[in-house]
Structures are given as C-alpha cells and as structure tokens.
T-cell receptor, first 114, second 109 residues
Framework: GAVVSQHPSWVICKSGTSVKIECRSLDFQATTMFWYRQFPKQSLMLMATSNEGSKATYEQGVEKDKFLINHASLTLSTLTVTSAHPEDSSFYIC??????????FGPGTRLTVT | GQNIDQPTEMTATEGAIVQINCTYQTSGFNGLFWYQQHAGEAPTFLSYNVLDGLEEKGRFSSFLSRSKGYSYLLLKELQMKDSASYLCAVLDSNYQLIWGAGTKLIIKP
C-alpha cells in the first residue's frame, strides 16, 4: 500500500522557537495532504488541508500565522509551528489523500515544548 | 452540527467477541471508516462501508445502517494485541473525514 513518512518522529524544543515537521508520500503523488493534531486521550482534530501549489485551508480556530503549511511538491508538505508554546505540545499527524475515499497516515510526530 | 458518538472505553476478555458501536449525524454521507490506533502511533485503516450491510475481513467485521445512522465494528477471537483505540470516521458531503472521539478497548487475559 501507499506509504507516508513524517520527520522527525519526535522533537523537543524550547518555548519561543520554531519547529518544522515534514510529511512525505514515498511511492505516490498527493495533491492533497491533511494535518491533524491529537491531544492525549482525544481523537484526531483536523488542523488544515494542504493543496499542492496553493494556500492551505485552515479549520476554524487554527491560527494560520502560527501553523505555517507549505505544500511545495506533490510528495512533500511541511508544517512549521512558529513561536511554540507548551500548549502546542501534541501529537501531529499528516495524511495524504490518494482518492476521495482513501487517505494514508504518516506515523506522527510527538512535539514537546519546554 | 456534525456529531459522531462512540463509547469512551470498553473491556473484553482474550478470546471473546466485542462489538463497538458508532452513531453519526453528518451533513451528507460518503462512507464510514473504522481505524485502529495504538498509543503513540498513527491510525491504521480497518474498514470502509458505504452500503448497508456487513463487511467481513478476517477476525474483524463492520456493519452499516445508513437509515439509522449506525455502524458497529465486531472483533472476534480477541487477542492482547487488539488492545487499542478504535476510531469511527464519516466522510461527509465535502469528502472531509469527521472523526469520533475513539473507543479505548482493553483486553484482559
């Protein structure tokens, strides 16, 4: 099946710094990728939809200036958490859409902000 | 608004059968997914139902009733490795996945 990778798998950063997370589709092209956030014992929360070559569409309540998304190619989308704060500590998961009915998830990135 | 309900937590015994229910109210319906998620890992696909009825895949089966806005995931011959969270998600009219909060399944020996 289709494989999606994320890098890094975990990261610890200091409050006020920025962190970039990469999401790659390894064996297919994805015009659409999704970024999710998951807090402990909660379900996935869609943050934004990333479309190759255009601006990302953010869900209500998600700050686009804080969570910068770039989908520069058909196999790579990046999420940059700017000026990170401890409350941004979470599990960030990307997925790549293969069709309207199919999307494959990356392994996730655990972000801890100290 | 859109809403998906599933039990927060269930407990079952190794070797037994468990049914995890999911009810939904969404704007449009283009299918229902079940995903398995182990702690600290991303969700993995289990099943997709778009027509009414039962889909069987090995030890796992998934049922859908569109008229009732209801689905269940049936797990047979439970193994310890089945301990995980099970997420129900509906693809709405915009082909966006609407997620339930997940059911944590605890398997006891």
């Amino acid at each position: 099946g289709a494989v999606v990778s994320q890098h890094p798998s975990w990261v610890i950063c200091k409050s006020g710094t920025s962190v970039k997370i990469e999401c790659r589709s390894l064996d297919f092209q994805a015009t659409t990728m999704f970024w999710y956030r998951q807090f402990p014992k909660q379900s996935l929360m869609l943050m934004a939809t990333s479309n190759e070559g255009s601006k990302a569409t953010y869900e209500q309540g998600v700050e686009k200036d804080k969570f910068l998304i770039n989908h520069a190619s058909l196999t790579l989308s990046t999420l940059t958490v700017t000026s990170a704060h401890p409350e941004d500590s979470s599990f960030y998961i990307c997925s790549a859409r293969v069709s309207e009915y199919e999307q494959y998830f990356g392994p996730g990135t655990r972000l801890t902000v100290t | 608004g859109q809403n998906i309900d599933q039990p927060t937590e269930m407990t079952a015994t190794e070797g037994a059968i468990v049914q995890i229910n999911c009810t939904y109210q969404t704007s449009g319906f283009n299918g229902l997914f079940w995903y398995q998620q182990h702690a600290g890992e991303a969700p993995t696909f289990l099943s997709y139902n778009v027509l009414d009825g039962l889909e069987e895949k090995g030890r796992f089966s998934s049922f859908l009733s569109r008229s009732k806005g209801y689905s269940y995931l049936l797990l047979k011959e439970l193994q310890m490795k089945d301990s995980a969270s099970y997420l129900c998600a509906v693809l709405d009219s915009n082909y966006q996945l609407i997620w339930g909060a997940g059911t944590k399944l605890i398997i006891k020996p």
